[in-house]
């Protein structure tokens, strides 16, 4: 997942005063999901072979992000809301943003490094195949799902994100452009009332009970209950209750998950979305506070929470380029290895801080520009 920057509007702050909680958890997030994808150095094709999950580099250290980093994508769209519902909501719903604006905004963002990243994997992919006679990892390379990519909707008919195309891990970007669409059209012509959440993440829970199988609910459910949050943090931040409802919420952190754990609720099948649903947004309301730090950490957080879209959309190149030289030079890929897991995720890092840096924002700011 992504989260995406805003420059403008900012309604509750000023650009000084970034949410560095949530920018933290995003950059945690990011982790995540590099170390969940780790295991595709073990895939021919698009199956591992000989991949045992707990031989991989700092296993026991690192357990958590191993074995449960995709729900990185989950969290990054409950942030997300929060994000768009703390900055967008009011000048959505006043008309202070338009369509266009709001447009222009998102498409600077996002597609630049998108169609850039798009291109390489094609690229990349076709050498694989030349090379090998197969894909990597993500199989469906073909004319139809590259138009499809470059509008950013391969995965808008998709019942999963399985047999996702190109760069794969594009695929809840997609989900959540169309979720941008809705909360645009939500807020203009509906209202910006928190009973509206409550009524969309309601019939998200139905739909999700009837297992209707598109990961646009779970995208549109997380989103929303994101922007629940915001709406309660800023209204309770006007209140004298303000102060009583953040113990209550740190009171939830601390004790909730040992009070699952006492009384097995996490062996209930329906335990992660009800938990991560319920929990994130909590959690979010607690780290979204202003902290006061030095200029120095906050840049350094500010700079971890930039690039965290880089670091979503360029891992994947990384590693098949990396998996294409190794292949062509007749080398296995080294995964268990201490020395390659540093160099990948060390390399992925700082490509992703220069490409934010030198790509992402002159894109941007170019896009804008020229735009508006």
């Given at each position: 997942?992504?989260?995406?920057?805003?420059?403008?509007?900012?309604?509750?702050?000023?650009?000084?005063?970034?949410?560095?909680?949530?920018?933290?958890?995003?950059?945690?997030?990011?982790?995540?999901?590099?170390?969940w994808h780790y295991q595709h150095f073990a895939f021919v094709a698009d199956q591992a072979v000989g991949f045992e999950r707990d031989r991989q580099p700092l296993?026991?250290?690192?357990?958590?992000?191993?074995?449960?980093?995709?729900?990185?994508?989950?969290?990054?769209?409950?942030?997300?809301?929060?994000?768009?519902?703390?900055?967008?909501?009011?000048?959505?719903?006043?008309?202070?943003?338009?369509?266009?604006?709001?447009?222009?905004?998102?498409?600077?963002?996002?597609?630049?490094?998108?169609?850039?990243?798009?291109?390489?994997?094609?690229?990349?992919?076709?050498?694989?195949?030349?090379?090998?006679?197969?894909?990597?990892?993500?199989?469906?390379?073909?004319?139809?799902?590259?138009?499809?990519?470059?509008?950013?909707?391969?995965?808008?008919?998709?019942?999963?994100?399985?047999?996702?195309?190109?760069?794969?891990?594009?695929?809840?970007?997609?989900?959540?452009?169309?979720?941008?669409?809705?909360?645009?059209?939500?807020?203009r012509h509906v209202g910006r009332s928190a009973v509206i959440n409550v009524a969309i993440i309601c019939a998200c829970l139905v739909a999700k009970f009837a297992?209707?199988?598109?990961?646009?609910?779970?995208?549109?459910?997380?989103?929303?209950?994101?922007?629940?949050?915001?709406?309660?943090?800023?209204?309770?931040?006007?209140?004298?209750?303000?102060?009583?409802?953040?113990?209550?919420?740190?009171?939830?952190?601390?004790?909730?998950?040992?009070?699952?754990?006492?009384?097995?609720?996490?062996?209930?099948?329906?335990?992660?979305?009800?938990?991560?649903?319920?929990?994130?947004?909590?959690?979010?309301?607690?780290?979204?506070?202003?902290?006061?730090?030095?200029?120095?950490?906050?840049?350094?957080?500010?700079?971890?929470?930039?690039?965290?879209?880089?670091?979503?959309?360029?891992?994947?190149?990384?590693?098949?380029?990396?998996?294409?030289?190794?292949?062509?030079?007749?080398?296995?890929?080294?995964?268990?290895?201490?020395?390659?897991?540093?160099?990948?995720?060390?390399?992925?890092?700082?490509?992703?801080?220069?490409?934010?840096?030198?790509?992402?924002?002159?894109?941007?700011?170019?896009?804008?520009?020229?735009?508006?």
């Amino acid at each position: 997942m992504h989260l995406p920057q805003m420059a403008e509007p900012v309604p509750a702050q000023t650009a000084q005063n970034k949410l560095l909680g949530l920018e933290a958890i995003r950059f945690v997030c990011a982790l995540g999901v590099l170390f969940w994808h780790y295991q595709h150095f073990a895939f021919v094709a698009d199956q591992a072979v000989g991949f045992e999950r707990d031989r991989q580099p700092l296993y026991g250290l690192f357990k958590p992000f191993y074995d449960y980093g995709y729900f990185g994508v989950t969290i990054f769209w409950c942030i997300s809301g929060f994000i768009f519902f703390w900055k967008y909501q009011q000048a959505i719903a006043s008309g202070a943003v338009g369509a266009r604006k709001f447009f222009v905004l998102r498409f600077s963002r996002l597609y630049p490094l998108h169609l850039a990243t798009l291109l390489t994997v094609a690229l990349l992919q076709a050498l694989q195949h030349g090379l090998t006679g197969r894909y990597f990892v993500f199989q469906k390379n073909d004319v139809v799902h590259f138009v499809l990519q470059l509008f950013m909707a391969s995965n808008w008919a998709s019942t999963t994100s399985a047999g996702d195309s190109f760069n794969g891990p594009i695929w809840s970007i997609s989900v959540e452009v169309l979720i941008y669409c809705i909360f645009f059209l939500v807020l203009r012509h509906v209202g910006r009332s928190a009973v509206i959440n409550v009524a969309i993440i309601c019939a998200c829970l139905v739909a999700k009970f009837a297992k209707v199988p598109s990961p646009i609910v779970d995208c549109l459910a997380f989103f929303y209950v994101g922007g629940l949050s915001a709406i309660a943090l800023r209204h309770f931040q006007q209140t004298r209750f303000h102060g009583a409802v953040m113990l209550a919420a740190l009171c939830a952190i601390v004790g909730v998950p040992g009070a699952v754990w006492a009384t097995g609720l996490y062996q209930n099948p329906h335990f992660t979305f009800l938990f991560l649903i319920s929990y994130t947004p909590v959690t979010l309301y607690l780290c979204a506070q202003q902290f006061q730090a030095s200029a120095a950490v906050q840049s350094f957080v500010e700079a971890a929470g930039n690039m965290t879209y880089s670091s979503y959309l360029v891992h994947f190149p990384l590693q098949l380029a990396t998996v294409l030289l190794l292949e062509a030079a007749g080398v296995a890929v080294p995964y268990h290895e201490l020395g390659f897991f540093f160099a990948f995720f060390g390399v992925t890092l700082l490509a992703s801080y220069g490409i934010y840096r030198f790509f992402e924002m002159p894109a941007q700011m170019l896009i804008r520009n020229r735009l508006r």
